[in-house]
């Protein structure tokens, strides 16, 4: 399957607990997303790498968001001391390199904090 | 920043058409998406538009009027796999990052 993956598929923790996911995108793909969902919304952009460089947050990313693209391949998304407000579905986008860029999504991480 | 308006939800009956609307307000333009995502799953790819006029995609149709900031999805010979949340996402001028509307959610029945 050369499509994105995620994981875990989901999660549940405890409030103030750490969490750390992992997406890889497909593999010719140089640009990678993160995105949150919430019941009933489109998805919400969070951060943007191109290669290994994070190029964008979006301030909806506060500073328990971290991410990270090490080697321009498979990226982390970590939130610390979560929140219930945290819960929601964490999805993964890679993209082409061409004019029309559309974005393939992964399976996405659904995460519940209690 | 941008403000993307879609009807929340739609039903129509399986074999029928249905188009789906969405609007948009953007200092700068550079591409309007659709994308279909059934509840549970990742959202996939349907349609791009960046010039004026209708794509047309098998029984999947996208129009848009940049003029008007005005896009529709329109659906022939709905199937029931058909139901799910349809979202409209706009690029806007000098950025990669589509923001995506709220969804419309198509219910489609017998």
């Known amino acids: ?114 | 920043g941008q403000n993307i308006d879609q009807p929340t939800e739609m039903t129509a009956t399986e074999g029928a058409i249905v188009q789906i609307n969405c609007t948009y307000q953007t200092s700068g333009f550079n591409g309007l998406f659709w994308y279909q995502q059934h509840a549970g799953e990742a959202p996939t790819f349907l349609s791009y538009n960046v010039l004026d006029g209708l794509e047309e995609k098998g029984r999947f149709s996208s129009f848009l009027s940049r003029s008007k900031g005005y896009s529709y999805l329109l659906l022939k010979e709905l199937q029931m796999k058909d139901s799910a949340s349809y979202l409209c996402a706009v690029r806007e001028e000098g950025s990669y990052i589509p923001t995506f509307g709220r969804g419309t959610s198509l219910i489609v029945h017998p």
């Open chain 1, 1 to 114: 399957d050369t499509g994105v993956s995620q994981n875990p598929r989901h999660k549940i923790t405890k409030r103030g607990q750490n969490v750390t996911f992992r997406c890889d995108p497909i593999s010719e793909h140089n640009r990678l997303y993160w995105y949150r969902q919430t019941l009933g919304q489109g998805p919400e952009f969070l951060t943007y790498f191109q290669n290994e460089a994070q190029l964008e947050k979006s301030r909806l990313l506060s500073d328990r968001f971290s991410a990270e693209r090490p080697k321009g391949s498979f990226s982390t998304l970590e939130i610390q001391r979560t929140e219930q407000g945290d819960s929601a579905m964490y999805l993964c986008a890679s993209q082409t390199g061409g004019p029309m860029g559309e974005q393939y999504f992964g399976p996405g991480t659904r995460l519940t904090v209690t």
